[in-house]
């Protein structure tokens, strides 16, 4: 089969807004996104993100706003969906798990699973903790009667329910995990995952009955109940791209969704390891389909010294900064500042620092300077084939460290670029050359080969930073999409061609912007 990905951010419930620790994850499955689809053509990439919209935590934030569950979903799904469309997230699907296509395929799952024979009833008397909106084992429960999560007590509930046999399938999950060392990555969660599913698992309620909580998708083979709001949204990933196209047929949709989940790549946080890990496995193999091809779990970012979250108070609109900076701007600065998968700290100078340094000074006066030197030694026109020798197997640097995950240092390589091609300025000094007629050749020769390192750099930058990306080709008179803008080092710009004169990408900041 020829190589496809299947990209997701996880699916955000949406009992509060977007802010820069969710923006980060959606932006770093964005570079990734952009990389495949650069790397294997737009048509073998797909990349998802949404909103998840069931359960009681949401049916209890809109009642608090005198909503209707919809009405409060369709306003909060709107804010992620816009934020991510303001940090050009480029996303091809955007799942809502009210959409009707979603529901519909969440019930062919449940269907098959119960079908095969892999949920089964009972009564059950348990620990509850409604915000979790699950039952804990007492011996998960902080000094035996708190949430461990939300530290608060929980509730003793007894109702009959729909569990899922995920021990069964425990052994195998754990082989899995065992046998494919970057399944999860980085490590540390690969061996957090092999810990978790070292004791026998708790089989895993599905159900609420409707008398307690009626905002979920109904069972399809009882429907005094509905569906748990995880083994719902986890359906996110797949419903809507494997159902649209042809919603009638399920036999389709089931063999679409077996295609994708064996090259989809999830971005998750590392709060939500478990539920991946020990409950998306089983899930997925009791409805007969292959497991996930990655895990991509990343930290939290920190603001001030603490978790930047709903809860904690702390929380920024990442599109803000935008506003603030210009495009591309805090995209650049949490895949520069922050290691993939460990917690990290955003700070507002540390970004202020970053853009003078990085953006002002390296990569937009290294732009202006050539382009205008373009324009001052040679008309704007390339009069020489540029050489071929520019760049070293960068590309193909810059792509193991983004496939690794290791978007900083694909970022520092990318300035090492532009550092060398600075340099490259300051030893031929063709702004000296220039004086003198008869050099003439030869500063078209370094101006062609400058402005080919700045072809070069357009294309390398798109993953991370697009609008710039597509501004440096617009400058030098290309289309991002055609052959010249993709060729390979030295075979990009033609002599005839002909370039525009600068502007100004990013203009230096003196004093922080209220963001
Ligand atoms: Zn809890």
């Not at 949404?50 to 569950?69: F, Q, S, V, W, Y």
């Not at 953006?359 to 205008?372: E, K, P, T, Y």
């Not at 008179?477 to 370039?499: I, T």
Request: net charge neutral; charged share 25%.
């Amino acid at each position: 089969m020829s190589e496809r990905r299947h990209i997701t951010t996880a699916i955000f419930y949406c009992n509060g807004t977007p802010h820069v620790g969710s923006a980060y994850e959606a932006l770093a499955a964005d570079v990734f996104a952009r990389y495949w689809r650069r790397r294997l053509g737009r048509g073998r990439v797909t990349f998802l993100s949404g909103t998840d919209e069931h359960g009681d935590k949401i049916r209890r934030a809109a009642l608090a706003e005198d909503l209707a569950p919809k009405v409060y979903t369709d306003r909060m799904s709107a804010l992620f969906r816009e934020a991510w469309q303001g940090l050009g997230v480029s996303f091809d699907y955007f799942v809502r798990t009210t959409d009707p296509i979603h529901e519909r395929f969440v019930q062919e799952m449940l269907r098959r699973t119960h079908e095969n024979g892999d949920l089964y009833f009972r009564d059950y008397e348990g620990l509850y903790c409604v915000d979790c909106e699950r039952f804990y084992p007492e011996k998960e429960l902080s000094g035996g009667q708190l949430c461990p999560v939300h530290n608060r007590p929980v509730e003793r509930i007894s109702e009959g329910n729909y569990f899922l046999r995920i021990e069964k399938y425990r052994e195998q999950v754990r082989d899995h995990i065992a046998k494919n060392p970057g399944f999860i990555r980085p490590e540390r969660y690969r061996n957090e995952a092999l810990n978790m599913l070292a004791e026998p698992l708790t089989d895993l309620c599905i159900s609420r009955p409707k008398s307690r909580l009626d905002w979920g998708i109904e069972l399809p083979f009882d429907s005094n109940y509905v569906t748990y709001v995880w083994y719902d949204a986890f359906w996110a990933y797949l419903s809507v791209p494997a159902l649209a196209e042809n919603p009638g047929d399920m036999d389709a949709a089931w063999r679409r969704a077996a295609e994708l989940i064996a090259c989809s790549e999830h971005f998750i946080g590392k709060d939500i390891l478990k539920t991946h890990a020990v409950y998306w496995p089983p899930i997925l193999m009791a409805a007969g389909l292959p497991l996930f091809r990655r895990l991509n779990v990343h930290g939290w970012l920190n603001f001030g010294g603490q978790r930047m979250s709903k809860s904690s108070g702390n929380v920024r609109d990442p599109v803000s900064y935008e506003r603030a900076f210009g495009p591309d701007v805090l995209r650049y600065f949490v895949m520069r500042e922050l290691v993939y998968g460990l917690d990290g700290d955003f700070s507002e100078e540390r970004l202020v620092q970053r853009y003078n340094a990085d953006l002002a000074n390296d990569l937009g006066n290294f732009a202006s300077r050539v382009l205008a030197m373009a324009q001052r030694y040679c008309q704007g026109e390339v009069r020489a084939v540029p050489g071929a020798d520019l760049e070293t197997n960068l590309q193909e640097r810059v792509g193991r460290k983004i496939e690794e995950l290791d978007f900083k240092g694909a970022l520092e390589e990318i300035w090492l670029l532009i550092a060398e091609a600075n340099n490259y300025i300051v030893e031929t000094e063709p702004f000296k050359l220039a004086k003198d007629p008869a050099n003439a050749a030869r500063v078209e020769q370094i101006l062609a080969n400058l402005l080919e390192i700045l072809r070069m750099l357009a294309g390398f930058l798109e993953p991370f930073m697009p609008v710039t990306s597509w501004r440096l080709f617009e400058l030098l008179g290309l289309n991002p999409e055609s052959d010249a803008a993709k060729a390979a080092s030295g075979e990009g710009l033609k002599p005839g061609h002909r370039v525009k004169p600068p502007i100004a990408l990013f203009p230096r900041i003196d004093r922080k912007p209220a963001a």
